[in-house]
C-alpha cells in the first residue's frame, strides 16, 4: 500500500490554516450525525466510506509502544470508522494486530481484511492460517490476495475457505504493475467479491474501465493510495501553503485531504477507502472524509482541473 509521505504531510498540517481551522472544529459542525456507509453489494451490509490501513506501527510493536496503535484504533472507532485493513506485508507470526483488537475488545467492532503476500498455494495456507489466528477473528471478514500473485493456486484456497464459513467475502488487490486487463478478465471469470486498487486526481486509471466493469458485476471497491500523486509523493508537497478554494465548502471540505477522499466518495462504484497514517489527528481529518455532501459530476471536474493545474 502507498504511504503519503508523514513528514511531507506534517509539514504541510502545520502550515495549512484551513486544516488547523477544521481541526479545530468539532465532528457536529457537519450536519450529520454519522460517516456515510455503502451496501456491499450481494449482501447488503453498510460499511462505512473511510477506513483505516494499519501502518508499520502495528508490526512488531513493543509492549511500552503500544500507545500509538491504540491511540490510531481508537480514534477510527470514535470518528464512527469500522474497516481496518492489516499491514500488506504483516508478518503472520507476530500477533501485534490481534493482541490490539483483544485488548481493546474490537473483535467484534471492526470490519478485518487480510493478504496473501506469498508465492505458492502451500505457503499461502499457511500464511493464512497463522494471519487469521493471530487477528483472533472467525470467521474473518475479508480475505484479499494482494496483487493478484499466483492467482489460480491461492484463489482455489479462498473459495474453499469462503464455502467453509472460514471467511465471508474474498477478493483481489492490484496495487502495482496495474495490469487492469488481467484484473478485468479475472473479475468478469470469477466474479469476487471485493476489489481494492488504487485511484486518485492524479491517477484515475482504474476509473476508465475497471471501476464500471465493478458497478456492473456487484463487485465492491475498496481504494488505496488516494493521496497519490507522483510515483514517489502525495499531494501534500503539491498544495503546501495553498488555502482551500472557497467552493469546496459547497460539499462540506475542510482540508486538502477530504478534498481527494470526497473526489474518490463522488464515484459511486466504491465502496469504500482506506487510508494509512501514523497520526492521530490525520486519522481524524480523513473520517471526516466520509461526512457531508459529496461533489457532483460537475464539480468533480473542477476539482481535478484545479488540483493538476497547481
Keep these: 500500500m502507498f504511504r503519503y509521505g508523514e513528514m511531507n504531510r506534517r509539514e504541510f498540517l502545520s502550515h495549512s490554516t484551513a486544516v488547523s481551522v477544521a481541526a479545530a472544529l468539532p465532528l457536529g459542525s457537519i450536519a450529520q450525525e454519522a460517516m456515510m456507509a455503502r451496501p456491499i453489494p450481494g449482501t447488503g451490509e453498510l460499511l462505512p466510506v473511510i477506513g483505516l490501513g494499519a501502518p508499520d506501527v502495528f508490526i512488531d510493536v513493543p509492549p511500552e509502544g503500544k500507545e500509538l496503535p491504540k491511540a490510531l484504533l481508537q480514534a477510527l472507532i470514535d470518528q464512527g470508522g469500522r474497516y481496518l485493513d492489516t499491514p500488506a506485508f504483516f508478518r503472520p507470526n507476530v500477533p501485534i494486530v490481534g493482541d490490539l483488537l483483544t485488548e481493546m475488545n474490537l473483535q467484534d467492532e471492526l470490519f478485518l481484511s487480510g493478504k496473501i503476500t506469498v508465492n505458492g498455494k502451500k505457503a499461502g495456507i499457511?500464511?493464512?492460517?497463522?494471519?487469521?489466528?493471530?487477528?483472533?477473528?472467525?470467521?474473518?471478514d475479508l480475505l484479499l490476495i494482494h496483487n493478484m500473485r499466483t492467482l489460480d493456486e491461492h484463489w482455489a484456497t479462498l473459495k474453499d475457505w469462503k464455502e467453509e464459513g472460514r471467511v465471508r467475502y474474498i477478493g483481489v488487490s492490484l496495487t502495482r504493475n496495474l495490469d487492469y486487463v488481467d484484473m478485468e478478465r479475472f473479475m468478469k471469470a470469477e466474479r469476487p467479491d471485493f476489489i481494492m486498487t488504487g485511484y486518485s486526481i492524479h491517477h484515475p486509471l482504474a476509473a476508465e474501465s475497471t471501476l464500471p466493469l465493478a458497478a456492473d458485476l456487484g463487485t465492491a471497491v475498496l481504494i488505496v493510495e488516494a493521496f497519490k500523486a507522483t510515483d514517489d509523493g502525495g499531494i501534500f508537497p503539491i498544495v503546501a501553503g495553498k488555502p482551500l478554494p472557497e467552493w469546496t465548502a459547497e460539499f462540506d471540505c475542510e482540508s486538502w485531504a477530504q478534498y481527494s477522499l470526497k473526489f474518490i466518495l463522488s464515484n459511486p462504484a466504491v465502496t469504500g477507502i482506506v487510508t494509512e497514517t501514523r497520526q492521530v489527528r490525520h486519522v481524524i481529518d480523513n473520517m471526516r472524509g466520509g461526512y457531508g455532501r459529496l461533489p457532483d459530476e460537475s464539480t468533480r471536474k473542477r476539482m481535478s482541473d484545479y488540483l493538476l493545474s497547481i
Design 126 to 140: 499457511e500464511h493464512l492460517e497463522r494471519t487469521v489466528a493471530n487477528l483472533k477473528k472467525r470467521p474473518i
